[in-house]
């Protein structure tokens, strides 16, 4: 090589020009050109503390790939040479406590994911409806599942009064895409909604929510049911469900890419954040004329009935009775499951706590699921 021509290999020589225990400059100079480039580079105590926390993310990766080798070492290399084939589509939230890899404990290539704020889909959304297209026509997933979550922080916004202030972009785009949930609270006619609608009336200014509020929780499940209903009625959906219809006339089953056509199910969950649990909403849509397999899941009414007697038991010592025991209370409470529940069968408990107004609401859920085990 000439050398003229080491004239235009670039190096980096750092130079420290000031240094202090919690304060440093550094300049880089790129050198090998006709007039070095000079960047000045500044360090201090907080970014060494941001870049320690980023280790987190290198220590757990580290976890995950020790982890995988132990457990599955041919998985990784499996999904890179043959592709994925996840079974299952899942639409949740952004919201960094509900992962799905980690709720579910799925290794990778199980679930096919689209995630955002407060788990929509709308048809408009063309990044939702791509993910929808790809899982369906090319992938052949088997099941599509809508997973909302308790104390979920946009649904808590759509209830709340909305900034009165200057809208900045940031807000803007949020309170924009969280409408649809408002539409939502604005015209259910679900008990616990429209009471805390009744209840919000009077006030000036609507802040969010408690996590137990039964409205708010009630209008965690409708959003997903609105989800899972939008799915359903969607073009890729019914032309998905009139393939399958035509094939099994004609005996041609493909799709898109690979394989035959298989059998979509889409299916309505909800996430407690509190225990981990995950509860079905008993909205399961699937193509004309098949059956629907059971979720694994307990139903949202069973659970909550259980709930709410397990509370009432456990705060009897802060409650008191009331001797004139209405006979549709001693109804409710004939259908108890625990042995708690069937030994205050007799009396109407009053909660002089707040949650005692979400057991009640729980409890009037179990006429929707009479026959679920």
């Given at each position: ?154 649904v808590a916004a759509s209830i709340a009064s909305p900034p009165v202030n200057q809208i900045d972009a940031a807000n803007g ?39 137990t509020e039964p409205g708010f929780r009630a209008l965690v499940e409708e959003n997903v049911k609105a989800g899972v209903r ?144």
């Amino acid at each position: 090589m000439h050398t003229s021509g080491l004239a235009f290999v670039a190096f980096a020589a750092i130079s420290t020009v000031f240094t202090h225990p919690t304060h440093q400059v550094e300049e880089l100079r790129i050198v090998g050109r006709a007039q070095s480039a000079r960047i000045a580079r500044e360090t201090t105590t907080e970014a060494a503390t941001s870049v320690a926390g980023l280790e987190l993310l290198s220590t757990g990766n580290k976890a995950f790939r020790e982890n995988i080798a132990k457990s599955d070492p041919a998985l990784l290399k499996t999904l890179t040479d043959e592709g994925q084939a996840p079974p299952f589509m899942f639409i949740g939230c952004s919201d960094s406590r509900v992962s799905e890899g980690t709720v579910f404990n799925a290794k990778p290539g199980t679930l096919f994911t689209q995630r955002n704020i407060a788990n929509q889909f709308q048809s408009s959304d063309a990044n939702a409806q791509s993910v929808l297209s790809y899982a369906v026509a090319e992938l052949g997933v088997n099941h599509i599942i809508v997973m909302g979550h308790y104390g979920c922080g946009g649904v808590a916004a759509s209830i709340a009064s909305p900034p009165v202030n200057q809208i900045d972009a940031a807000n803007g785009a949020i309170q924009n895409w969280i409408e649809p949930i408002r539409e939502i609270f604005r015209t259910s006619n679900r008990t616990e909604i429209v009471e805390l609608r009744s209840k919000n009336a009077a006030l000036s200014v609507i802040e969010e929510p408690d996590v137990t509020e039964p409205g708010f929780r009630a209008l965690v499940e409708e959003n997903v049911k609105a989800g899972v209903r939008r799915i359903a009625a969607d073009s890729v959906i019914s032309n998905h469900f009139a393939a399958l219809t035509a094939a099994t006339a004609t005996g041609k089953v493909t799709r898109a890419e690979r394989g035959a056509l298989t059998d979509v199910f889409i299916h309505g969950w909800v996430y407690d954040i509190e225990n981990g649990e995950i509860r079905d909403l008993g909205i399961s849509v699937g193509p004309p004329g098949k059956a629907i397999p059971a979720p694994p899941f307990d139903a949202v009414a069973k659970s909550a009935v259980a709930s709410a007697a397990v509370h009432e038991v456990s705060t009897s010592a802060a409650t008191h009775e009331i001797a004139n025991t209405t006979s549709s209370a001693a109804s409710s409470m004939a259908t108890a499951t625990t042995e708690e529940m069937k030994g205050s069968a007799g009396a109407h408990v009053v909660s002089i706590k707040r949650c005692e107004k979400l057991c009640q609401a729980k409890r009037s859920l179990a006429p929707m699921w009479p026959n679920r085990n």
